[in-house]
């Protein structure tokens, strides 16, 4: 019997071929590790290419799991443990390996031919190069193949297997139950009886090797992380903000329409909603990002609530029909989800450089509202909110979330009753607003609520409110054409004052020394990795206060109080600064920007060691000649 | 055609409203009251009128009819009539009419453009909706020129058209829009003109019974930038001769008399044109749009001929296929056979996967 260590938090990350099927595996080992009851943040990782050539660094695939007796907050700055399936998955992670951490590698695949793939003079097994880690050269296929040895399957179905027999291993050594990984399997191999085993007697072998190899003699244990009383189950940030949209739909009472086109880190927005049509949701997968946007604007004119998805490159191209939907007034949901930029940039990689495209990226003065959701489970409420606002205004809402939020996952303390989630209902026009030149009953579609400001929201089929509208200029109130300067004055600072007067919470600030001189600053999926950084400068005594934005447009009314409280506002992005631009334009507070596009979530030393840098700035100790970094 | 055995509805206008026994509408009703501001003598007069005169026939409750309209001088369209409308963006009124008519089954939606609007900036979301077969009405007025933007030449300008952006002739080769329709699968086509008010009433009915897609194409004249482009379909003689008459049931002809043309089959099984006198009367093609096959339209729409010496006019195509909103509603019908979800139903999709629980 090996010996039980318990330790606060792991970071394991599976690597190996895009085919290898890491991103299942480690999936299956966050899903069993959040029903311990532990804290986790994930981050897959993975090439734009789907199968790049074999065994290449191109085609290497990973994903990084951080699970934590405490708030995980990230996936993790560095892993513990890597797992390499191939020696291009070693030699593409080690990199960020801290030396004295484990690397479990598949020595089957070794061999001369991927060796020289990858640049390898010599096997890393072999020399003494990778002597500063532990490493652990399984025959991970061989061992695999022989366990299925009396299997009626083909070589390369029992290859296959690995996948599972490394899922068994891990599981072993974290001590991982392995049920939910027998039903999933159970469920995904219904129809294939034999591969169902296969997979099974991997699994178990894996196990088992794991149990009886000397070799890893240790096995580790992570406690249940403190989290707030409820039902919990781990969740994806596209998979939130499709059931946060289907969820806004229920409560608002309205069918929600999705024109949506492929893209991504967006697609899987369209898959889950495609599923979720018992929900009262349509998905129209359009001919192009245009027709998306169209479709959701068509059906957000006959009363539904029209959405549409997509990233960076996709925004570009709705820019305009946003614009249009911000001269119709009428409701409409966007959700961009940020990959790395410009043009195609980085797909597969999470960035927030389209801020800025998000406020301003259409013509002419063209408010709409702008939220960022900052975690994954966080984007099951802000779809909801943009429901919310887009709705109650009567505007183009863009939610803003990233490739990071997206594919990660992290613990979702579920509703218990769906009566806790705001009521959305909406209500339709349906009686004249306003009387013409002959004291006539009439329609005007232009008349405002006094205090959203937002219009009648009329929708075909309402006998005796039938009008036209249209981008062209409109008389506030009847709607009629008007080129009128006044009018086209009034009615551009009237769409602002709309947006400028959409009521958002005020920003709350985490200061526990209350005496702190440094204000840390974030918005959207920035929001764990600051934590985390803010915790580890805490840990060492830094005095440092931190808030986090949510809603971009508009800005919390306490905001330029806020700012103006504090010595220095340090404000960490994934783009070059374009919130701190708009901040600093908007306040006249000299914020500063520390900035990262690697298409990779910033990490918690990362934060913490430009905390303390700006810390001893601001105490004197070093000079501070470069203004905004 | 056997495919549309799905019980789905099979006119164009099934599931609107109608107007209660005995009500009665008339061209007032759907006329706004917006002055109409097109050029004097444009074409489009013709058409709203046409229009404003012919949907009082259908008996729907006005309030559930939309007109959708792109940009340039066509769309501006919705503005005159008394229903619910929208003038949206350059070539976008298709996409944004399909999110409506799928999400809408209780309306009847049409959309109005125009030669450079449907085939220029918006021929992608032309092309699709026509595949798909959503229950529109498209009115396409053609005019072979950009008015709106004072006089650029359109993708129907003929080659060599001196206008303002192609003072040394235009070298762009024009779609022929029956035969991109047609080719993009669409299930209703037809060409009619602004000056014939009758044929253009009879195209309008036929497509508005159409359950799907359906492309007119009007041919419109525009006074100002391409004024005389359809003179010789206009005068009495000359029409006579060069417009080939698309009826169903009787041969395809233009002309009178010893000068009659009639369109027959070779032995290659191609169309083709030739004096009617003399043409062997096995070998004469009877027109029928509600052939499956495609062909026989697409090669008729290729008597469009240079300089318009011969032009088919009438309805080239008219069959029943799936429509694609009708598709996507019997879909969500489908996924929810007690009706929408309960609040239970969602808590337990959000619930759904593996949960664990943390007690207090």
């Given at each position: ?14 690597a190996?071929d895009s085919g290898?099927?890491m991103q ?19 981050l897959p990782n993975f090439p734009a290419e789907i199968r790049a050539p074999q065994?290449t660094l191109p085609g290497v695939s990973s994903f ?24 291009a998955?070693?030699?593409a ?145 596209n ?23 492929p893209i991504t880190p967006a697609s899987d ?41 997509t990233s960076g490159p996709g ?22 989800v940020q990959r790395g930029g410009p043009s195609t940039g980085l797909p597969t990689k999470t960035e ?50 990233d490739g990071y939020?997206a594919n ?189 596009v690697r298409g990779l ?29 | ?360």
């Amino acid at each position: 019997m090996s010996n039980l260590k318990q330790i606060n938090s792991v970071v394991v990350r599976f690597a190996g071929d895009s085919g290898d099927g890491m991103q299942l595996t480690g999936d299956r080992f966050t899903s069993d590790s959040a029903v311990l009851g532990i804290d986790l943040s994930t981050l897959p990782n993975f090439p734009a290419e789907i199968r790049a050539p074999q065994g290449t660094l191109p085609g290497v695939s990973s994903f990084q799991l951080h699970f934590a007796d405490h708030s995980a907050l990230t996936p993790g700055d560095a892993p513990d443990v890597l797992v390499a399936m191939n020696p291009a998955a070693l030699k593409a992670n080690l990199g960020d390996l801290p030396r004295g951490s484990t690397i479990i590698v598949n020595s089957d695949e070794f061999t001369k031919r991927n060796l020289s793939k990858v640049g390898y003079p010599t096997s890393p097994l072999d020399d003494d190069s990778l002597e500063a880690w532990q490493v652990h050269a399984v025959p991970l296929t061989s061992i695999t193949v022989e366990a299925l040895a009396d299997f009626d399957l083909g070589r390369k179905d029992k290859e296959r297997a690995k996948n599972m027999f490394t899922l068994g291993l891990l599981s072993w050594m974290y001590t991982r139950p392995l049920d939910g990984t027998y039903a999933f399997l159970r469920t995904k191999f219904a129809k294939q009886p034999d591969i169902l085993e296969a997979n099974l007697t991997a699994l178990r072998a894996g196990h088992a090797y794991g149990e009886t190899t000397e070799a890893f003699s240790v096995q580790y244990a992570v406690a249940p992380a403190p989290m707030e009383p409820g039902t919990y189950r781990n969740i994806t940030g596209n998979v939130a903000t499709a059931y946060g949209l289907a969820t806004a739909a229920h409560r608002a009472k309205l069918p929600l329409v999705l024109g949506s086109y492929p893209i991504t880190p967006a697609s899987d927005l369209l898959h889950n909603l495609s599923r979720l049509k018992h929900f009262g949701v349509t998905t129209i997968q359009a001919e192009d990002e245009i027709a998306a946007v169209g479709s959701a604007l068509g059906a957000s004119f006959g009363g539904a609530i029209g959405v549409t998805t997509t990233s960076g490159p996709g925004l570009a191209l709705k820019s305009e029909t946003i614009g249009l939907a911000v001269a119709l007034e009428l409701p409409l949901v966007v959700i961009d989800v940020q990959r790395g930029g410009p043009s195609t940039g980085l797909p597969t990689k999470t960035e927030q450089a389209d801020l800025l495209q998000a406020m301003f990226g259409r013509n002419g003065e063209s408010p709409v509202a702008v939220i960022a959701a900052n975690s994954p489970a966080d984007c099951f409420e802000a779809a909801v909110d943009a429901v919310r606002i887009a709705t109650t205004y009567r505007t183009p809402v863009i939610l803003l979330t990233d490739g990071y939020l997206a594919n990660g996952s992290q613990p979702w303390r579920l509703p218990a009753s769906i009566d806790e989630l705001p009521d959305l209902s909406v209500e339709f026009a349906s009686e004249p607003n306003a009387t013409d030149a002959k004291g006539n009953p009439v329609f005007h579609p232009y008349v405002r609520d006094a205090e959203t400001l937002a219009r009648a929201w009329a929708v075909p089929g309402t006998p005796g409110l039938e009008h036209r509208v249209g981008g062209i200029e409109k008389a506030d109130g009847t709607g009629e054409i008007s080129y009128d300067p006044a009018n086209h004055d009034h009615m551009v600072r009237t769409r602002q004052a709309k947006i400028d007067g959409i009521v958002v919470p005020d920003l709350a600030v985490d200061d526990p020394s209350g005496d702190a001189k440094l204000l840390v600053l974030g918005w959207g999926s920035t929001y764990g990795p600051i934590a985390a950084g803010v915790r580890l400068a805490r840990a060492t005594g830094a005095r440092v206060a931190r808030a986090h934005l949510r809603n971009l447009a508009p800005l919390p009314a306490n905001l330029g109080d806020v700012l103006r409280s504090y010595d220095r506002v340090l404000l960490p992005e994934m783009n070059l600064g374009q919130l701190a631009l708009l901040l600093r334009g908007k306040y006249l507070v000299d914020i500063r920007s520390h900035t990262a596009v690697r298409g990779l979530p910033f990490t918690a030393v990362e934060i913490a060691t430009a905390i303390d840098e700006h810390l001893d700035k601001l105490d004197g100790l070093v000079g501070d000649q470069e203004g905004t970094a | 055609m056997s495919t549309i055995d799905l019980g789905m509805p099979t006119s164009g206008i099934a599931g609107v409203p109608l107007l209660a026994h005995g009500e009665q509408q008339t061209k007032r009703d759907f006329t706004s009251d917006q002055e109409v501001r097109w050029c004097p003598g444009c074409g489009d007069y013709i058409i709203l009128n046409a229009v404003q005169s012919f949907l009082p026939e259908l008996g729907l409750r006005r309030e559930n009819i939309v007109f959708i309209s792109g940009i340039g001088c066509s769309s501006r369209f919705p503005y005159y009539l008394d229903t619910y409308g929208m003038h949206s963006i350059h070539g976008r009124a298709p996409a944004i009419a399909t999110g409506l008519a799928t999400s809408r089954p209780d309306l009847s939606v049409w959309v109005v453009t125009g030669d450079g609007d449907a085939l220029s900036i918006g021929g992608n979301h032309l092309i699709h909706a026509l595949r798909r077969n959503v229950n529109l009405k498209i009115l396409l007025f053609n005019n072979k020129i950009y008015g709106l933007t004072k006089g650029q030449y359109s993708p129907t300008s003929e080659v060599g058209a001196v206008t303002k952006s192609t003072p040394f002739g235009s070298v762009d080769q024009p779609f022929n829009p029956i035969s991109l329709a047609l080719g993009a699968e669409a299930s209703f086509v037809a060409r009619t003109i602004d000056s014939d008010r009758k044929h253009l009433t009879d195209v309008l009915r036929a497509a508005a019974q159409h359950r799907g897609s359906a492309l007119v194409e009007i041919y419109q004249n525009c006074p100002i930038f391409n004024d005389g482009a359809f003179d010789v379909l206009k005068d009495a003689q000359e029409s006579v001769a060069r417009v080939l008459r698309l009826v169903d049931g009787e041969p395809v002809r233009a002309g009178e008399g010893d000068d009659a043309r009639v369109v027959i089959r070779t032995d290659a099984g191609e169309l083709e044109l030739v004096p009617e006198p003399g043409a062997d009367p096995a070998r004469v093609v009877v027109h029928d749009a509600s052939a499956p096959n495609p062909a026989a339209a697409f090669a008729m729409s290729r008597f469009d001929g240079p300089d318009m010496t011969t032009v088919p006019m009438g309805i080239f195509r008219n069959v029943a296929r799936p429509t694609y909103d009708d598709g996507v509603r019997a879909q969500v019908a489908a996924a929810s056979p007690d009706g929408p979800a309960t609040d239970d139903e969602l808590l337990a999709l959000l619930h759904g996967g593996d949960t664990w629980s943390v007690t207090g």
